[in-house]
């Protein structure tokens, strides 16, 4: 293991052990890689009094400093970004090359918003009262907080740090209790780049519930970052309601990828198995249900499922591996559990569909199932894993009444020529990405989230860090 290896809580710029500890363990051998310390309600809040008093200093920082520090941060990964990405493969499983890859996009969100740090403005308002002029600026929100998920250990931490510090706020980072290590490792290289004491902290915990409630409720803490399932995020935001505490949610989805007959079908093949199989499908903007024009659906479909047979299965730390393994044993049951539900309600496995138990418990085969109906439980859940789940329909109408047929309104695809259906299309699907003829709309200049039971806010580009401002108006008088 690199020196990137940090197995204690991070504040105040110092590792802070504790005597309960958590294993972590490598999902492709089961091996434990470290024991982690786990913080409780007491070190919650020792991190959130620091990150109060470090705020005094951070906010008052030019815009310009906090800039240069983030550029270092940004550069430091770049410089690290193998060892990073060997260490989150070890604790989450994706390939090592997808995992640096991962490096490069969480570093992306330092880079960007180290210059939106610097285009933070304000307004001066004309007025009726030609005695008074308005004054509109831009300050920090104050003490943040963030709790992300396991299956982008880097992006979805640097995703919140990045636009909070950029926005002159302090953070506390609860990390995911499965891959805690990329966030400590990060933590250790802000700190090494000069990035001051208290501004960031991180606290690894096994008890989300208790540490994730001290955060919601804190009078403290004026911002909440939250990705994770929307079961989670309904209850964070009833927490975070008892002190009006500002919420960014980035829930579940139920993407659909619509393939119309007019499409480049191996083109939208492609772009389907780019967007699907990301992480093992271990993605909140993965594809989830695939509509098929009937007309094109067998043609697209063996174009799928030939791609889907050429994937590699293994260890993230084998050369040319598309795929690892799932994140964790739940992972694999409930795969398992949709796959065989839809099979006993009618649809037919293509390839794939079961454990492949010569590389270990959690190496999931990439599937394809035909014959899905909106009905099955794999078309309501989202299924986080590798299986494409093909349905067809008739009609351009048909196509997006079922797409838009969910609670969910993250991200959502389609693929099709003709321009005045893309249009179309796009603006009557609901939800708040679309992808048009691309699998991948993961960028730090594209806002990113959702509407409908996805989520609240957004994520990256022009507009993420206005998340982290509030706005002040100082009206001036007697100018007459
Ligand atoms: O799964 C969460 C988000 C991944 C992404 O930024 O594309």
């Known amino acids: 293991m690199s020196s990137l290896t940090k197995k204690d809580c991070f504040i105040e710029g110092h590792w802070v052990p504790t005597d309960k500890r958590f294993s972590v363990t490598n999902p492709a051998t089961g091996e434990v890689l470290a024991e982690v310390a786990d913080a409780d309600e007491e070190l919650t809040q020792r991190a959130i009094n620091v990150a109060e008093t470090a705020l005094k200093s951070w906010r008052k920082k030019t815009a310009r400093e906090r800039a240069l520090l983030l550029r270092k941060w940004y550069e430091a990964m770049m410089e ?13 499983g994706k390939p090592v090359a997808e995992a640096v890859g991962e490096v490069e996009y969480g570093a992306s969100f330092v880079d960007w918003f180290a210059g939106e740090a610097e285009r933070i403005d304000g307004d001066i308002l004309p007025n009726t009262d030609s005695s008074k002029r308005v004054m509109v600026t831009k300050e920090p929100v104050g003490v943040c907080a963030a709790i992300t998920p396991w299956n982008f250990p880097n992006a979805m931490i640097t995703r919140k740090i990045a636009p909070a510090l950029a926005a002159g706020c302090t953070i506390v980072v609860k990390p995911p209790q499965l891959t805690p290590l990329s966030s400590l490792a990060l933590a250790q290289l802000a700190s090494e780049v000069g990035i001051p004491d208290g501004v960031i902290n991180i606290i690894p915990t096994s008890d989300a519930k208790s540490v994730g409630k001290r955060l919601a409720t804190s ?8 990705t994770g399932s929307t079961g989670v995020g309904k209850i964070l935001m009833q927490q975070c309601a008892e002190h009006i505490t500002k919420l960014s949610l980035e829930l579940g989805g139920n993407a659909p990828f619509i393939v119309f007959d007019d499409a480049d079908i191996e083109q939208a093949a492609e772009q389907l198995i780019a967007c699907k199989f ?4 271990q993605t909140c903007v993965s594809a989830n249900r695939i509509l098929v024009q009937q007309s094109i659906a067998e043609k697209f479909t063996d174009a799928v499922v030939s791609k889907v047979k050429a994937l590699k299965v293994g260890p993230g730390t084998e050369d040319n591996v598309d795929l690892g393994p799932l994140i964790d044993q739940d992972a694999v049951d409930k795969i398992q559990r949709l796959v065989l539900s839809a099979k006993s309600d009618g649809a037919t496995i293509e390839t794939g569909g079961s ?26 859940e989202e299924i986080f894993g590798p299986v494409v ?14 797409a838009n ?10 693929a099709a020529k003709d321009t005045a259906r893309i249009f179309r299309v796009s603006e009557a699907l609901e939800y708040g990405m679309v992808g048009v003829n691309t699998g991948g709309i993961s960028h730090a200049y594209n806002p990113f989230g959702g509407i409908k039971e996805s989520g609240l806010g957004r994520e990256g580009s022009k507009y993420g860090i206005d998340e982290y401002l509030e706005l002040k108006t100082v009206t001036l008088g007697g100018l007459g």
């Open 80 to 92: 690290n970004k193998q060892a990073l990405g060997e260490l989150m493969s070890a604790e989450q």
């Open 219 to 226: 009078p403290t803490v004026r911002k909440l970052s939250f």
């Open 278 to 281: 990301r992480n093992g499908g």
């Open 355 to 380: 454990v492949m138990t010569e590389l270990g418990d959690l190496f999931y085969a990439p599937t394809v199932l035909t014959g899905v109906t909106e009905e099955m439980d794999i078309s309501e």
């Open 389 to 402: 789940a093909i349905n067809t329909f008739e009609s351009e109408e048909e196509g997006i009444e079922k």
């Open 405 to 414: 047929n969910t609670p969910f309104g993250l991200a959502s695809y389609f």
